[in-house]
């Protein structure tokens, strides 16, 4: 049982019997505050932790030298002068937000910032072909490999295998439409000239994307974490051309082999459709594969994966090297790595597509 | 004591993070071949400090003049001088996870020397041997244990023969044997090869077992609050903040009883 009895400035809280955090207090928390508390409680029973807990909440805004302690168990005593050691730490008033003009001011100003800082990571990687040319970039071979070998032959199954279920995708649905007009074999023209033109190349880059970007940004992210990347700052060494530039042109090798790769398998696969489902002899199909096959669109492609490759290295590098100092961060740098990569990789397919338009390409 | 007879010198000052300040009005001078202590309570703004005169961030106003070159104000080429002369253990080791040991010490050797890769090898086995590590050339840090990955951080921070090492917080995550055999070494490297050290730490044994000088800086302040040996501190203590600090936590009313 819990009694409250105020006098004065004096608040005296008497505690008997069992107390086992069930007990219900009949005053307010903010009656208590600037008062002087004495707690008595010689005719206690038994008392749970629950109870001490329940009446630090009461108390807890209350200044530990206005509160005195007579005859309370040792136990629950010394609990509550751990619990008041400190005093506690009043919510503190948020800023008010801001008017709605001088936000849409600040988002602005934060977006230039950024597409400056991003603008000189991307002139700074530039430039980095250009040291490289003249030897004076600092970057290990062997480091150049291991990438290499990362994100060109193990990447050939996942490129092979998601290429080979978009051309039998294409295949499917194309055969479909043509079908109505008996032009089901052109499925082989339509499955060929697509993925040459540009499928190929944007499956490479999504699958490039997610696989080699993502650990770019996780790997580089980790040595932010890791103090790495002081360490080669304070060494004078450049992370661009250390970190960046092996990537940069990694990846930049690794996308022609690659898109070849995806379009011949892209073909494959539409040829299994047609063959096993549409009755369309083989010899037929690679004839009009072959005949659909042009060394431009081919080439349009190429050069897409070559800017794609661009545009993965860039982001995965960039949200590393930027990453915060903790592991929360690293996966927030690899999110934005993979996000980013693909919406620039998309906004750079309409452009360069707009372009090859205009050019007659 | 002339200016020149000191490695580093700040003057007034201010480090900090964008536009908040940590610390301000720091004014210290670090002698040739000292092992100089910038300690303090935890947040208070030791490594800023560290990370500052490493140029790791930029000085909000102030001055630091090290090997006698305005490093605030200093060229590329200057720094880059400058850095040559420096070596720093982080707090991690800082190893490079894809090199091993030997390939990680010669990083530095490579950047800034024309050695030839022979002449590498054996400079890295030299400086892995100096700090125990002999036969570990080929290990990668993954393989090692904590103690050793910072052993091996300062044989990488030793690599060029440095004026000044620094090092942040060497006794983090260390076991009290490792962490008295990394302040031994510390004192075998300030006494053969005559390194100036600066330590950022807040480990009591390993500050009263290698500091000659040092700093105290007080969260509190804002500041330096007390400067000198910390045994001197420790005797004659200028507040009751170093007191509190150089005592683990006593305070002063347990003092004066």
């Known amino acids: ?361 | 004591m002339m200016k020149q007879d000191y490695i580093i010198r700040a003057e007034n000052l201010s480090i900090g993070y964008d536009n908040k300040v940590i610390m301000r009005n720091l004014s210290f001078n670090i002698p040739k071949g000292d092992i100089f202590i910038i300690m303090g309570g935890s947040g208070c703004g030791k490594s800023t400090l560290l990370r500052t005169l490493t140029g790791l961030i930029p000085a909000q106003s102030g001055e630091i003049w090290i090997r006698n070159i305005d490093f605030i104000k200093a060229r590329k080429r200057e720094k880059l001088e400058i850095m040559k002369h420096s070596g720093i253990l982080y707090q991690s080791g800082a190893l490079f996870s894809s090199m091993t040991l030997a390939e990680n010490v010669a990083l530095p050797l490579q950047q800034y020397t024309k050695h030839s890769q022979d002449k590498i090898d054996k400079i890295v086995s030299f400086k892995l041997a100096l700090v125990g590590l002999s036969g570990y050339e080929n290990y990668y840090p993954s393989e090692i244990s904590g103690g050793m990955r910072k052993r091996a951080g300062l044989a990488r921070a030793l690599a060029l023969d440095p004026e000044i090492v620094y090092f942040d917080e060497p006794s983090a995550g260390l076991d009290p044997v490792s962490s008295r055999n990394l302040d031994d070494l510390i004192l075998e490297v300030n006494k053969t090869l005559g390194t100036t050290i600066i330590v950022v730490t807040h480990e009591l044994p390993s500050i009263f077992a290698i500091g000659k000088n040092s700093i105290f800086l007080d969260k509190t302040v804002k500041t330096i609050s007390a400067k000198g040996n910390p045994n001197e501190l420790l005797k004659n203590p200028p507040n009751e903040q170093v007191f509190e600090f150089l005592t683990r936590g006593v305070k002063h009313e347990k003092r004066t009883k």
């Open chain 1, 1 to 361: 049982m819990v009694k409250f009895e105020t006098k004065g400035e004096v608040v005296t809280i008497t505690l008997e019997g069992v107390l086992n955090g069930n007990e219900h207090f009949d005053i307010a928390a903010e009656a208590l505050s600037n008062k002087k508390i004495q707690i008595l409680g010689k005719d206690i029973t038994s008392w749970n932790t629950d109870f001490v807990v329940t009446l630090f909440n009461l108390l807890k805004h209350i200044s530990k030298n206005n509160i005195t302690y007579l005859h309370l168990p040792e136990g629950m005593e010394q609990l509550l002068h751990l619990a008041f050691q400190t005093p506690y730490k009043e919510e503190e008033n948020l800023p008010p937000s801001l008017p709605f003009l001088e936000h849409i001011g600040d988002l602005g100003i934060r977006f230039c910032r950024s597409f400056k800082k991003g603008g000189i990571f991307i002139l700074d990687s530039i430039s980095s072909w250009g040291r490289q040319l003249l030897g004076k970039a600092v970057y290990r071979s062997k480091d150049f490999w291991m990438i290499l070998s990362d994100c060109g032959p193990k990447s050939i199954l996942i490129v092979s295998l998601i290429s080979f279920m978009v051309g039998l995708i294409l295949a499917f649905v194309g055969a479909i439409q043509l079908k109505t007009f008996g032009a089901q074999i052109y499925v082989a023209s339509l499955v060929t000239i697509g993925m040459t033109r540009i499928m190929g190349a944007i499956m490479t880059g999504v699958i490039m994307a997610g696989r080699t970007g993502a650990s770019y940004a996780a790997t580089i992210g980790t040595m932010q974490v890791n103090e790495e990347l002081d360490a080669l700052q304070t060494m004078g060494i450049s992370r661009t051309d250390f970190l960046v530039l092996p990537r940069m042109n990694a990846l930049i090798l690794s996308m022609p082999i690659l898109i070849l790769l995806s379009d011949f398998m892209g073909i494959l696969g539409g040829c299994f459709v047609c063959v096993l489902f549409w009755d369309i002899p083989l010899a037929e199909y690679v004839k009009y594969a072959v005949n659909s096959f042009f060394i431009k669109n081919f080439l349009v492609g190429v050069f897409h994966g070559i800017v794609f490759g661009f545009i993965i290295a860039l982001c995965g590098c960039y949200f590393g090297v930027n990453c915060g100092r903790n592991a929360d961060s690293v996966g927030t740098a690899t999110t934005n790595a993979v996000v980013y990569a693909i919406v620039w990789m998309i906004v750079m397919t309409g452009l360069l597509t707009a372009l090859f338009q205009v050019l007659g390409i």
